[in-house]
């Protein structure tokens, strides 16, 4: 009798497990994403320094400088950098101490002074345009006669 | 008679199974770890703005966040639930990238590849792993519009 009467303890003790917590969990997050109207940069002017002599220096500012022209979704902020040439083709025409305006309009009047860098600098364009100007010094040590021309670059993205 | 004779039989083998249980025994323990229960929290992996036909990563440390709590040190397996697009073929999304903690600081944490195989971490002595992730995005001629796409952290313990 006891025999049979341990094997149905057992029994129920195999019946009646306890529950079990959850040993699992997970969540869903969301990857977001707003596709805004097309960017388009126009460069509208190239950074002339016009003639310079042997060992001169000539700085030319922003409000006389090379142009870009941004268009881009009105009120959204865009991420501005720029690639500068540290010399105008030749190592003895160093350029330097770059300097900038931005408007949202195409004067330079009441335009606001930056830095080109390539750092990325953020700006907003509350019409969906930006107006950017620079300027630059350049330094001719003992060159050589010739022309002498490099790029300026400048790259867009929205934040 | 026979049904004296049965009866008989049937008490004399209940004596005789009870004689048997009388003999050496001997035993063991049945063992469980309860432990706390797993849960996990998200925060949204957001790229913010984009042009229709360009490219954005956003690196863990600045990405979606998922934030799990439950027993001291144990250690569990991570898989991902991983979008090939944001709701849109034109919207694509690769190259997730990760980080995962046991402090709730980028600083000092481990590089992890999002994925859908299995990966074991641990959680911290007091029971948390933390885990950034981050990806990028690139759209080809996308119409103007919002985009969005779940993405899916399960956790397990080993």
Sequence with gaps: ????????????????????????????????????????????????????????????????????????????????????????????????????????????????AFAPSAVPQTLSAGSGRLYLWLGATLTALSTPSGTYTAPVTITVVYN | MRRSLSLAAALLAVAAGTARAQGTTGSINATASVVAALSVTGTNLAFGNIAPTSFKTIAPASGGTFTVTGANSQPVSVTFGLPANLGAASVAIGSW????????????????????????LSLSGTGNLYVWIGATVTTTAAPVASYTAPVTMTVVYN
């Design chain 1, 1 to 112: 009798m006891r025999r049979i009467t341990c094997l149905l303890l057992v029994a129920a003790a195999l019946l009646a497990r306890p529950a079990r917590l959850a040993a699992q969990a997970s969540a869903t997050t969301a990857a977001t994403a707003t596709v805004l109207q097309a960017l388009t940069v126009t460069a509208t002017g190239d950074l002339l320094f016009g003639t310079i002599a042997f060992n001169a220096t000539k700085t030319i500012a922003p409000a006389a400088g090379g142009t870009f022209q941004v268009r881009g979704e009105p009120g959204m902020p865009v991420s501005v950098t720029f690639t500068l040439p540290a010399t105008l083709a030749h190592p003895t025409l160093p350029l330097s101490a770059w300097t900038g305006l931005v408007n949202t309009t195409p004067s330079s009047n009441s335009a606001v």
């Design chain 2, 97 to 120: 990238t990760g980080l995962s903690n046991t402090a709730n600081s980028v600083v000092g944490a481990a590089a992890l590849t999002p994925s859908a195989s299995a990966q074991t």
